[in-house]
């Protein structure tokens, strides 16, 4: 079973600042299924980042993806308040989709 | 606008079952592929399975495989998924989302239906 493991757990920075958060998978993953999304509180995720590096409709260019194989990257440069939550990375293979535990991002 | 409303929340006792639905609006039902994927409190979304609304043909997560069923209503445009023998690690956030066929991701969200089990 295929593992996607997040890093750090939690990332405490401020508005302005730039992010970069960790997604490594237990085996190689095929780039065109890695997937990014932001949680925030009550509300259900929402996709930022297909395909491992292509930006969803209406998303902000401050957020980018990057990466192959087993090791992705989100970065979003200059935090806005609203940036401000938990991401999850996600995956397709063998029938399944697996999700990592989280980052979440706080001021 | 595509939307995807979910049915409310509710509360069962261990071994019972639960049923929640997913009203798509906005879009054409059987053109795009729901899927199911539940939160625990305080933890990642999980995986359940997916449905082909066009056929009703589905696949399950193996964890979920023998327990949870999904079915749906093309006449209603709802997607429903029934999950079997609940226990209290079934408590969670129960989400149906919708991904264009062959995309991989999911890109619009029901709200979300709170199940609880407790007896």
């Known amino acids: 079973e295929l593992v996607l493991t997040q890093s750090p757990g939690t990332l405490s920075l401020s508005p302005g600042d730039g992010a970069t958060l960790s997604c490594r998978a237990s085996q190689s993953v095929r780039s065109f299924s890695l997937v990014w999304y932001q949680q925030k509180p009550g509300q259900a995720p929402r996709l930022l980042i297909y395909?491992?590096?292509s930006r969803a409709t209406g998303i902000p260019d401050r957020f980018s993806g990057s990466g192959s194989g087993a090791d992705f990257t989100l970065t979003i440069s200059r935090l806005e308040p609203e940036d401000f939550a938990v991401y999850y990375c996600q995956q397709y293979g063998g029938s399944e989709y697996t999700f990592g535990q989280g980052t979440r991002l706080e001021i | 606008q595509v939307q995807l409303v979910q049915s409310g929340a509710e509360v069962k006792k261990p071994g019972a079952s639960v049923k929640v639905s997913c009203k798509a609006s906005?879009?054409?039902?059987?053109?795009?592929?729901i899927h199911w994927v539940r939160q625990a409190p305080g933890q990642g979304p999980e995986y359940m399975g997916i449905?082909?609304?066009?056929?009703?043909?589905?696949s399950y997560a193996q964890k979920f495989q023998g327990r949870v069923t999904m079915t749906r209503d093309t006449s209603t445009s709802t997607a429903y998924m029934e999950l079997n023998s609940l226990r209290s690690e079934d408590t969670a956030i129960y989400y149906c989302?919708?991904?264009?066929?062959?995309?991989?991701?999911?890109?619009?969200w029901g709200q979300g239906t709170l199940v609880a089990v407790s007896s």
């Open positions: 449905l082909y609304p066009t056929d009703g043909r589905t």
């Open positions: 906005g879009y054409t039902f059987t053109d795009y592929y």
């Open positions: 395909g491992a590096s």
């Open positions: 989302a919708r991904e264009v066929p062959e995309a991989y991701y999911f890109d619009f």
